[in-house]
């Protein structure tokens, strides 16, 4: 039976009931003018309650069929215009093949020729030099369509849609199903007490519904929601004036710097804004629109005073970002690196300097060595702070007195793609080697060592030295030379750079990531999807300010838009309060 079929019997019995209903009605009518006595009248209304609930029953029924019917109608039309697609893909994958069948046909009488052809031994070197050349290409431009998040730094957000995403993850699989496990304790809300029920709806019968008889109250059953309701408020604060009997002079009541215009919005919608713009990412012109609509359209936000909410807040919030700032600079580890974001078309930088509690950002015009110094931070570094990087070689210049230690994640990354390219044996072993280390650290982390002894250290470089060796030769000996610079860097990196990649095997309280980094800045590619780039070098800089606020209330248990209200009223939180000593 199909959907058809089952409307068609719905209606049907629909109609029958319709019959049985008016034929009821008329029966009490016909009986209510001669001798009627209240029994029968009584099984009679019970009859028709009885029969209108079932009408109602299958009247419901009779929509719900309606609703699967035009469904169904619609898919089978979306099929059949899909089938109708495919056979013109078809077509054109028909003709396509065609003309690919005529041209290899084609090259392959061109091939035939040119074997047929006489040659001299200069053609054949020069013709031996075009086809490894051709081959080099062709092996470089496969290795750059093979770039995924394993061996570069590509986003998974920018894999093509016809490639499989790869996403990295270093948890080890237990082999068990997915979702909740024998066992598991359901998460539900906590029951509510009658002290907090602030609103009772009554859900009540007149008849039974199964039989339309009368009923009897024998108890109740709760069912508690949780939700809420915008009410706007429009508040009058009156300032009274006085005259000074002593002086004669006219002074008022105070009046706050928050409320200076005649009429104004309240901090609450202001926060409310902020949150929309710095935390959710919502474009200007879709925040007016959320915020009229959870009003009501009784408020209606323009969008320039939205944009003036970012300079305003900025402003408030410029004695917070200097207190972060001395802060990173007192830190004995403090990670940092930056992005690109566009400013009116053009590149330009975010940066951000940190820790787990405190997240600093700068935006600049360039991802230069003239930012990092207007920002006065790695320069007022002590000897004794050591800052992670990702191989950010400015870092050793030598107007810098902190130690470096270097991101063991975008090595191993680099280690892949020489895998993938060149697969020679060293990036192998040597990535093998690293992650065994960083497992027995973590074993070790959990057993409460600090660090690794000395016999496993120099087990360690021993291998590396070893591993480094048979990278030169193995570069040496290789036929295939396209990778060659990429090799040779690397190789060269590690032997130069070995002790700041490997510092945390002395010392478990160093990271061997500069994650922490890469998900602080992580924001700016969500927001540059959402609004493409900045208007202005100015408000990147609000943004950042903003964002140095939030990011950091975060990290110290403030949730966003408690830290938004304190700040749309006029007093943010300070560092002090938020974590004492960070």
């Not at 009679?44 to 069929?65: A, D, G, M």
């Not at 001299?120 to 431009?141: F, P, V, Y």
């Amino acid at each position: 039976m199909d959907l058809k079929e089952a409307y068609e019997i719905r209606r049907q019995e629909c109609l029958s009931l319709q019959r049985q209903l008016k034929k009821a009605e008329k029966t009490i009518n016909e009986l209510s003018v001669g001798t009627y006595v209240d029994k029968e009248k009584a099984e009679h209304l019970r009859t028709i309650n009885r029969l209108s609930q079932e009408v109602q029953h299958l009247n419901n029924k009779l929509e719900r069929f309606k609703g699967w019917y035009s469904q169904q109608s619609n898919y089978a039309e979306s099929k059949n215009i899909e089938i109708v697609e495919i056979k013109l893909q078809n077509e054109e994958l028909r003709a396509e093949n065609d003309d690919l069948k005529k041209e290899n046909a084609e090259l392959k009488k061109r091939l035939e020729a040119i074997y047929a052809a006489p040659s001299t031994s200069g053609n054949d070197e020069l013709l031996q030099a075009k086809i490894s050349a051709l081959e080099e290409e062709i092996l470089r431009l496969n290795s750059i369509a093979n770039n995924d998040g394993t061996n570069s730094g590509l986003p998974t957000s920018q894999m093509p849609i016809d490639k499989k995403k790869v996403v990295p993850n270093s948890r080890v699989k237990t082999g068990k199903k997915k979702g909740g496990q024998a066992g598991h304790k359901k998460h539900a809300l906590s029951p509510l007490s009658d002290d907090e029920i602030n609103e009772t709806v009554d859900h009540t019968l007149e008849a039974c519904p199964k039989c339309g008889g009368n009923l009897k109250y024998i108890g109740e059953r709760h069912k508690d929601t949780i939700d809420y309701k915008v009410t706007v408020i429009k508040t009058r604060h009156i300032f009274y004036e006085y005259e000074c009997l002593d002086c004669g002079k006219t002074v008022h009541s105070p009046i706050p710097l928050s409320i200076k215009e005649p009429v104004q919005y309240g901090s609450e919608i202001q926060a409310l804004s902020l949150a929309l713009i710095n935390h959710g990412f919502v474009s200007i012109n879709r925040t007016a629109q959320i915020i009229a609509g959870l009003m009501h359209d009784q408020i209606s936000l323009s969008q320039g005073y939205i944009c003036k909410l970012q300079k305003r807040a900025s402003d408030l919030l410029k004695p917070f970002v200097s207190e972060v700032r001395m802060a990173v600079i007192s830190l004995k580890l403090v990670y940092w690196d930056d992005t690109v974001i566009f400013i009116n078309t053009a590149r330009a930088c975010m940066r951000f300097y940190g820790n787990e509690k405190l997240a600093l950002y700068k935006s600049h015009k360039a991802k230069d060595r003239a930012g990092i110094d207007e920002d006065s931070i790695l320069a007022a570094l002590s000897p004794d702070t050591i800052v992670m990087h990702d191989h950010n070689t400015i870092n050793y210049n030598d107007d810098f007195q902190f130690q470096n230690i270097e991101c063991n994640e975008h090595l191993s990354r680099d280690l892949q793609s020489l895998i993938d390219d060149s697969e020679h044996s060293w990036c192998i072993e040597l990535k093998k080697l690293i992650q065994k280390a960083e497992h027995d650290r973590k074993l070790l982390i959990e057993q409460g060592h600090t660090s690794f002894d000395d016999e496993y250290i120099h087990g360690f470089n021993r291998r590396l030295d070893e591993l480094l060796e048979k990278a030169v030769e193995e570069y040496q000996t290789s036929s295939n030379r396209y990778f060659e610079t990429d090799e040779r860097r690397l190789i060269a990196r590690l032997k130069k750079y070995r002790n700041n990649y490997f510092m945390w095997l002395s010392d478990f309280s160093l990271p061997t990531t500069n994650n922490l980094s890469e998900r602080s800045l992580r924001f700016t590619k969500t927001k540059q999807k959402v609004s493409g780039q900045f208007v202005s070098q100015k408000y990147s800089e609000y943004f950042a300010d903003i964002r140095t606020y939030i990011e950091t209330c975060y990290r110290n248990g403030v949730n966003c838009f408690n830290a938004f209200s304190r700040l749309t009223a006029g007093n943010p939180y300070t560092l002090t309060e938020l974590s004492g000593e960070v």
